[in-house]
């Protein structure tokens, strides 16, 4: 996961010419996986599961926006999201996957791209995350400040996002989160350069083919 406000996730689409979004991600993914990139991903209205071993992020920043786009129906849908925004991040082991139904077969195909597993992480700066569920194993933050206005934090909003500047934020000046499960709608990060890429296309969803 971009909804109005970033994309969410690159490797998703299936179809070659049935369902567009999937070329497009492909394409994506080579030019990713060549060297960073300007990265702004979103998944058509749907929401991705997202995995990774660790997550080192520094000036971190988290506050609430909304989500705007159209949805497989086409019919424009909103999702409450907290935001997790970083000025640089390195990523161990992560892994995105995203589910596309088929409507005419039938059949939902999943898309999983995994990179960061090989010793070296993958790395991102001017990372923004629309999360909408969030688990981690431990998740430790330094210098912490809790209720700071979002249009104060170290990482501010993006001017087109639907947010109330004067919102609720928190922030630290170094998170770690370890074993990481999350949903998203949407990723951005101004770039984004992936080690050991792999991404595969499979029918069926579930465990066997998404990250979690």
Known sequence: MESQVRGGT???RFAVV????????AAIGVAL????LAASFSVSGQDFKVHADKLVGYDFTQYGAIDTGKGLDGKDQAHPV???AFDHANITNMCQSVVTPIPFLGKNVTLKLTAGDKGTDVTAKNLYIDVANLDAKTADFEDMDIGVAAGSAKMKPKADEKTNPFGFAQQADKATLTDVHQTAWATTAG???L???HMELNWGDG?????Y
């Open 10 to 12: 690159r490797w998703k």
């Open 18 to 25: 049935m369902v567009p979004s999937v070329a497009a991600t």
């Open 191 to 193: 770039t984004f350069s």
């Open 195 to 197: 080690s050991n890429l």
């Open 33 to 36: 996986a060549q060297g960073a």
């Open 207 to 211: 465990p066997k083919y998404e990250c």
């Open 82 to 84: 907290a935001v997790s």
